[in-house]
């Protein structure tokens, strides 16, 4: 059993910021690619952006300049710093993790319970 939990989310002003976290924990032997992705009603969810344990990052298009996402790889956390904030990035944000449950097995998933971001005036 692999539990992820967000937190973070809040109510902010367009051009406002804040910091979004995520911790996995339980049954892992390797996590790999810790990442976020957001859904609003009627909308597929949708990523935002992930890293991989090495580092290497990968974001939407449309938060790129102003999100920044970072992890520490001994606690097994990911957060996203996002900056400039608009109406159009609110959303529930779900954290995602990608990791192992033993040596030389299969990639498995879990998925936090979500966070709300609400960006208006």
């Known amino acids: 059993q692999v539990q992820v939990v967000e937190s973070g989310g809040d109510l902010v002003q367009p051009g406002g910021s804040l910091r979004l976290s995520c911790a996995a924990s339980?049954?892992?032997?390797?996590?790999?690619?810790m990442g976020w992705y957001r859904e609003t009603p009627g909308k597929q969810r949708e990523l935002v952006a992930t890293i991989t344990r090495f580092g290497d990052l990968n974001y939407a298009e449309a938060v790129k300049g102003r999100f920044t996402i970072s992890r520490d790889n001994a606690n097994n956390t990911v957060h996203l710093q996002m900056n400039n904030l608009k109406p159009d990035d609110t959303a529930v944000y779900y954290c995602?993790?990608?990791?192992?449950?033993?040596?030389?097995?299969?990639?498995?998933?879990?998925w936090g319970q979500g966070t709300q971001v609400t960006v208006s005036s």
């Open positions: 339980g049954n892992i032997w390797i996590m790999y690619d």
């Open positions: 995602r993790a990608q990791f192992t449950r033993g040596a030389g097995g299969e990639f498995w998933y879990s």
